[in-house]
């Protein structure tokens, strides 16, 4: 799982060594970037930066001039990455060392994923942090053999000096550390995975081994796990509301509760516009790096849903109809898809956007003290001198009974505050957004659309959710079955990765289940099947995350969550399910085959493998099998999907149906429900509620 120690001290011996100066290079107006699809890589156009594109222009170049790489890896949201950009990257000075020393490539991390996953565990392997910008340095072949994060100006001087000094004198030094590196980023890919493992064991003890380990790095005063800064991981609240759900366990909707009500009146939540921030750097959820990333909103509106579901609390739907007007209204895009990011940055700086002086906020509010007093204002500011980050203490009930107010009134108070601070935020100039569409960000959110629908019955959301699913069949999927991963300005580009054919699939089998439209059943397994022809590896059971090398030092497999959960697991978690729709059980035998290749990896690590964990609790639960055959299925259907139903598959028709579990169910002028569980259908009712009972774990209340 880590390098070996003589590779650390490698690195720390080139530490030791950075001193060397340069100078002369020429510098253009635009460098080749403008060229890139890439809306964050063409910000770096103007860059005096000899910026190449990861490809073999750029590796060929290193290899004839024998210069090593210097990979400078971000994303068009990120606070730090504009910082380097305006210390280092547009200082003519600066760019003369970068030019004249290294072949510099630029990356768009969300474009290229595969690189970023390389040069990232490098600096995993190094120092333990993670983080974007990400500047990693490598042999002219690809492998690395430093990297580290944002560096001020005069310490990135340095260091680049240092290191072309290390590679012209100690080349032998240099050449050693990438080796160690690589062979520890492989063994990290490889770490823990059972090759041979035999399927077929009970997983129950298993699973509450796994839910204890998670249990135990909760947060239970703030929510969330342990530690800071923190991260939303709607993976950890999904756990624990199916936990939930499949034990009656009070403890797991207490904590599952306490995370989401947190978040939500934090600072890293929008309290005006809505929305969720990237990650909070307190362990209180109050102050936001401000960036707003599309894949944390449509996974957020996915567990809001589930948990509105689970408990009836309109609290967690105001949030869920609030995150979803903040993606509507700053990151639609024409035809149906949506943009990638918001900016951390406006013109005023990072934050400026959200956040209010005391006389500011009173002077649109008026003398309301408990508006000022919920949102914690103060004249001090609550994060810089004088600035306050909106966020709440007690939801507004709670809030208005401790100070003795009736609560309707309280939110319409709140209320009408919330809409004079937004008109007048609105006047500010807003953060940009990037507006690339990237597949599997968009198939996030096409579920979050879906559970949406479900939650709340509203046709507006699943009408979202069906124009979302037609862009991605419309421009990103092949006839084939292969996915593209990136589309800007009409034109698509870079190969489908593992995350986009899992998500996809995913999104396109929830849909399938709200509508009882099989196209959306035969697109998602004509992907999966494209993937498993494509990605798959037989020697470990498991996926590769690119379809292909691309140049790369390794080709990595993705197994642990990172602010996206696995691909495998998701991958794991859609062939499960095809395997139940379809009754087939090459399928279902592939997911199992999975999940045993990594269970002593989940089981040594389990806050890293979350999703893959919620994958043992669908395995370890009773499931079942709903078909709803007749002319008011559909109507039947979304009674039924009102309910949280994690371990349950439903299919159904209005007619005779096509797929193998709907065969001989339709009955003339009748509506019927069948539940199945292992091929055995009970006796078909007509009533939901009957249903309900039939499906609902004895654990619950």
Request: neutral net charge; aromatic residues 12%; hydrophobic residues 40%.
């Amino acid at each position: 799982m880590a390098v070996r120690t003589d590779c650390l001290i490698c690195g720390i011996a080139l530490l030791t060594l950075f001193f060397y100066s340069c100078s002369g290079a020429h510098q253009k107006k635009q460098n080749r970037l403008q060229n890139a699809s890439s809306p964050y890589l063409k910000e770096h156009a103007d860059n005096p930066v000899d910026w190449y594109e990861w490809g073999e222009e750029a590796l060929n170049k290193a290899k004839k001039e024998n210069k090593p790489l210097l990979i400078s890896i971000g994303y068009a949201s990120c606070h730090w990455c504009h910082q380097m950009e305006r210390e280092s990257f547009m200082d003519t000075a600066v760019a003369r060392i970068m030019n004249e020393n290294f072949v510099c490539i630029k990356v768009d991390r969300e474009e290229r994923p595969d690189i970023d996953n390389i040069y990232m565990n490098a600096l995993q392997l190094i120092s333990g942090d993670t983080g974007w910008p990400l500047n990693a340095f490598a042999l002219p072949d690809g492998k690395p053999f430093f990297a580290g994060t944002y560096y001020p100006k005069n310490n990135w001087i340095n260091l680049l000096q240092g290191i072309a000094k290390s590679y012209a004198t100690k080349n032998n030094l240099v050449v050693t550390q990438a080796n160690a590196m690589v062979n520890g980023i492989a063994e990290q890919d490889i770490s823990l995975i059972d090759t041979a493992a035999e399927t077929g064991k009970t997983l129950t003890p298993a699973y509450q081994e796994l839910y204890d380990s998670i249990f135990k790095v909760a947060d239970l005063k703030n929510g969330g796990l342990q530690g800071m800064p923190k991260f939303p991981t709607p993976a950890f609240a999904e756990f624990l509301l199916q936990h939930y759900y499949i034990t009656g366990n009070n403890e797991s909707l207490k904590a599952a509760n306490t995370t989401l009500k947190k978040m939500a009146l934090g600072g890293i939540y929008d309290q005006l516009g809505g929305g969720f921030a990237r990650y909070a750097t307190d362990s209180f959820w109050r102050t936001p790096h401000f960036e707003k990333m599309l894949y944390d909103n449509g996974q957020m509106v996915s567990v809001y849903a589930h948990a509105y579901q689970l408990t009836k609390d309109n609290f967690y739907k105001d949030i869920l109809d609030a995150t979803l007007g903040f993606i509507e209204k700053t990151l639609s895009a024409p035809g149906g898809g949506y943009y990638s990011s918001l900016n951390a940055d406006s013109d005023a700086g990072e934050g400026e956007y959200y956040t209010w002086k005391k006389n500011e906020l009173e002077n649109l509010v008026g003398d309301d003290k408990l508006v000022t007093a919920y949102f914690n204002v103060s004249n001090e500011g609550n994060w810089k001198p004088a600035r306050n980050i909106l966020y709440a203490s007690l939801v507004p009930g709670e809030f208005a009974a401790k100070n003795g107010i009736p609560v309707d009134e309280f939110i319409s108070r709140l209320g009408t505050a919330k809409n004079k601070l937004l008109l007048e935020r609105n006047k500010r100039m807003q953060p940009s957004a990037d507006v690339k569409i990237i597949t599997a960000w968009n198939s996030m959110l096409l579920k979050g659309y879906a559970d949406a629908y479900a939650a709340t019955g509203n046709e507006a959301y699943l009408l979202k959710a069906k124009s979302c699913a037609a862009f991605i069949e419309k421009n990103m999927l092949q006839t084939n079955g292969s996915l593209k991963r990136s589309f800007k300005d009409g034109k698509i580009s870079i190969e489908g990765f593992l995350d986009d054919y899992a998500w996809t699939a995913l999104a396109f089998t929830r849909l399938y289940q709200l509508t009882f439209d099989d196209h959306w059943m035969i697109l998602a397994r004509r992907i999966t099947d494209f993937a498993n022809q494509n990605f798959y590896n037989a020697k470990t059971g498991l996926f590769f995350y690119a379809i292909q090398q691309n140049g790369l030092v390794l080709r990595k497999t993705e197994v642990a969550d990172d602010a996206i959960p696995s691909a495998n697991a998701i991958m794991a978690k859609v062939l499960y399910t095809l395997g139940i729709v379809y009754d087939d059980t090459t399928y279902s035998a592939k997911s199992l085959k999975m999940y045993y290749a990594v269970a002593a990896r989940v089981k040594a690590l389990p806050r890293y493998h979350i999703e893959w964990s919620s994958f043992a609790a669908l395995l370890n639960a009773k499931s079942y099998q709903v078909v709803i055959m007749g002319k008011d299925a559909l109507l039947k259907n979304k009674e039924l999907q009102k309910n949280f139903l994690p371990a349950t598959v439903i299919m159904g028709s209005t007619g005779e149906g096509t797929l193998p579990m709907l065969q001989d169910k339709l009955v003339t002028g009748k509506t019927l429900i069948y539940t199945c569980s292992n091929k055995i259908c009970k006796r078909p009712e007509e009533e939901i509620e009957k249903v309900i009972k039939q499906i609902k774990p004895q654990g619950l209340n």
